[in-house]
């Protein structure tokens, strides 16, 4: 059971330059969420999915879009790369969507966008 | 909106001694909190929650928290702590009528000295 798994680990990117952050998940879980981790500011909530074909923003959403096409993958797309978007994101998910169940949390993507 | 506090960015403790990590919360209507532990290059991991009833949540790697409704707080509590407890946490909050929107607060790091 890999639990949820995040690629790639690490990735530097030039300002301007597009990527994909890939999240999956095998526990068949039906919430999905990104967030981004940032000094002294915790953990910021960018887009969640509470289902295939249903997506909304969270807290911090601009310059990043989201598609849920399947239940086990939700990828997290960075339009145009800024320096202010370097972070670590971290994707997460849920059994079901009520609001009493607990995270369970990828390792992690180290971005550094130069 | 709902938001977190945690007055320390770090807390130090000797070995065998005990440890507080302190949490206030705000939040419309009752809240749902969790604590959630972070190793060092990890994903986090849920430690407890509070959804209802006793005030006093017990959760894993000993570890308990106390919900204080008045003082609006969640003190993250373990009587005797251990040099492996040594990490950053994180609490959270979420409000009754949002089942999606989880905010988290800037973390504390803790060092257990042998």
């Known amino acids: 059971n890999a639990g949820v798994t995040q690629t790639p680990k690490f990735q530097v990117l030039k300002t301007g330059q597009s990527m994909t952050l890939q999240c999956a998940q095998d526990?068949?879980?039906?919430?999905m969420s990104w967030y981004r981790q940032d000094p002294g500011m915790g953990l910021r909530l960018i887009h969640y999915?509470?289902?295939?074909?249903?997506?909304d923003q969270g807290e911090v959403p601009n310059g990043y879009n989201v598609s849920r096409s399947t239940t086990e993958d939700f990828p997290l797309r960075l339009l145009s790369a800024a320096p202010s978007q370097t972070s670590v994101y971290f994707c997460?998910?849920?059994?079901?969507?009520?609001?009493?169940?607990?995270?369970?949390f990828g390792e992690g993507s180290r971005l550094t966008v130069l | 909106a709902q938001s977190v506090a945690q007055p320390e960015d770090q807390v130090n403790v000797a070995e065998g001694n005990p440890l507080t990590v302190k949490c206030t919360y705000s939040?419309?209507?009752?809240?749902?909190l969790f604590w959630y532990v972070q190793y060092p290059n990890r994903g986090l991991q849920f430690l407890l929650k509070y959804i209802t009833g006793d005030n006093l949540v017990k959760g894993s790697y000993g570890f308990e928290a106390e919900f204080n409704k008045s003082q609006t707080s969640f003190h993250l509590k373990k009587p005797s702590a251990l040099v492996s407890d040594s990490a950053l946490y994180f609490c959270a909050v979420r409000p009754f009528s949002n089942d999606y929107k989880l905010s988290f607060g800037a973390g504390t790091t803790v060092t257990v000295r042998a």
């Open positions: 939040v419309s209507g009752n809240p749902y």
């Open positions: 999915s509470v289902g295939a074909g249903i997506t």
């Open positions: 526990m068949n879980h039906e919430y």
């Open positions: 997460a998910s849920s059994y079901g969507t009520g609001g009493t169940r607990e995270l369970f």
